[in-house]
């Protein structure tokens, strides 16, 4: 009959244990595979609860070497694995990875992650780094995705970050101010103005169409002048224009615009045109054949671009935004300047408030959230009727400030 093997204390080992020279432990065992492994613990106690963990990981089918893998590991293979998302959007996914992720955070080995320390790194980028909740809520998105595939392969049981971010919003009271679309008297303003003056008229026709058709800056940038049917007053929208960084690709380093397809299914779609609309475009045209601007672009074959800069070249948000706050600026001088007491300017927004703004007259108008849905091209319907909702009671407040305002005078 064999001997038992003891440690020093007189302990019986079990198979695979033993007690090593400086009084330490270690147990040994081989995988279903054939490879062999080995871990240690200062002592017995400690030793036959990473058993434990070792034999419930094997039960489960946990991959025993996801003990030595680390995120960023993991993070590279779903670099190569990801497919289905747009260029400009898988650009950002890894710039937001790489800069808030990789230097720390990414270096922690899989296994050992738990929940609590997904909550402390979103605390840090809050409380340490000063991130919008928008910004934490790109890096969870790429996070969480690669701590599924984490799971799907077998590293780890559960992913830890499930549910993690909703409690940092939580924890921190993020605020997120909602988007107010300008009202009908700011949006005769802002239109009245560039239509006359003679600086800013060459802007006329873009934002005119964006507040007439509540089009993405990409959708309306990309436009081409086979894209819209004058005679038949319809825009078709079939593709966008974006501008990213190639960050990763070494003979594409740099940043230019590439034409993507629309942003969603829903986003492939044919818009009619209102008159403001007909003859913004007829407008647009009637200017370039005047000054002799002709499009010079030609990206990934499109060409024939309908809004262009002087140089024949595609516009690009950041100057449309750009322009807007110039002419914020000079329109609200000019109105107080007439009268200083005036109610009604411009306030401060961006091109997208343009097309919050479309989706709220057409709300006011009572049209039928379904054809709501298809103009803008959302894929959920839910997009849609968040912004009839507001819209709503927007319009439920003024139409008791009138009811007020009408009791004060009769009583």
Same mark, same amino acid.
């Given at each position: ?30 995988? &279903? ?53 747009? *260029? ?16 720390? +955070? ?23 780094? !000063? ?11 790429? /996070? ?19 549910? $993690? /971010? ?24 802002? /239109? ?25 800056? &990409?959708?309306?940038? &990309? ?9 038949? &007053?319809?825009? *078709? ?17 740099? !940043?230019? +615009? ?8 829903a986003s492939n779609r044919k818009i009619p045109m209102i008159e403001s609309v007909k003859e913004a475009f007829l407008m647009?045209? $009637? ?43 000079? !329109? ?9 007491? $005036? ?10 408030? /343009? ?7 057409? !709300? ?39 009811? *007020? ?7």
């Amino acid at each position: 009959m064999a001997t038992k093997r003891k440690d020093s204390h007189r302990i019986v080992l079990k198979k695979g244990e033993y007690q090593r020279t400086n009084g330490t432990y270690a147990y040994r065992w081989t995988d &279903g595979k054939g490879k062999r492994h080995e871990v240690y613990a200062r002592d017995l106690d400690d030793l036959r609860a990473k058993e434990k963990e070792i034999d419930a990981d094997t039960n489960e089918g946990i991959k025993v070497e996801a003990r030595y893998v680390i995120i960023n590991e993991l993070y590279d293979l779903w670099v190569q694995l990801k497919r289905g998302i747009k *260029d400009n959007t898988f650009e950002n996914y890894k710039y937001m990875y790489n800069t808030f992720v990789r230097p720390s +955070f990414g270096k922690k080995r899989i296994q050992t992650l738990k929940k609590s320390d997904v909550k402390i790194f979103y605390n840090y980028l809050a409380d340490q780094r !000063c991130l919008q909740a928008s910004t934490i809520d790109s890096i969870h998105n790429v /996070l969480h995705q690669v701590l599924d595939m984490a799971v799907d392969d077998k590293y780890i049981r559960s992913n830890p970050s499930d549910k $993690a /971010l909703k409690e940092l919003k939580q924890s921190h009271a993020f605020k997120t101010e909602k988007r107010r679309a300008l009202s009908i008297a700011e949006q005769e303003l802002f /239109l009245n103005y560039l239509r006359n003056n003679e600086t800013y008229s060459h802007w006329y026709p873009i934002f005119a169409v964006m507040l007439g058709t509540g089009m993405r800056v &990409g959708e309306i940038t &990309g436009l081409r002048w086979c894209d819209i049917d004058l005679d038949n &007053g319809v825009i *078709d929208i079939n593709h966008t224009l974006v501008y990213y960084c190639h960050r990763h690709e070494v003979e594409l380093n740099g !940043c230019y +615009f590439n034409i993507n397809t629309p942003k969603t299914k829903a986003s492939n779609r044919k818009i009619p045109m209102i008159e403001s609309v007909k003859e913004a475009f007829l407008m647009e045209k $009637a200017n370039q054949e005047k000054t002799g601007i002709k499009c010079s672009a030609v990206i990934d074959g499109y060409s024939d671009f309908i809004f262009v800069n002087r140089n024949g070249k595609t516009q690009h948000q950041g100057t449309l935004n750009k322009a807007i706050r110039r002419i914020i600026r000079d !329109c609200n001088d000019e109105v107080l300047l007439n009268d200083e007491n $005036a109610t009604v300017l411009l306030p401060h927004f961006s091109c997208h408030l /343009l097309r919050h703004t479309f989706s709220t007259r057409m !709300c006011e108008a009572g049209i039928n959230v379904k054809v709501i849905q298809d103009t803008l091209g959302h894929q959920d319907i839910s997009t849609t009727m968040n912004i009839y909702t507001d819209a709503t009671k927007e319009m439920k407040k003024q139409e008791f400030q009138s009811l *007020d305002n009408y009791l004060k005078k009769v009583v």
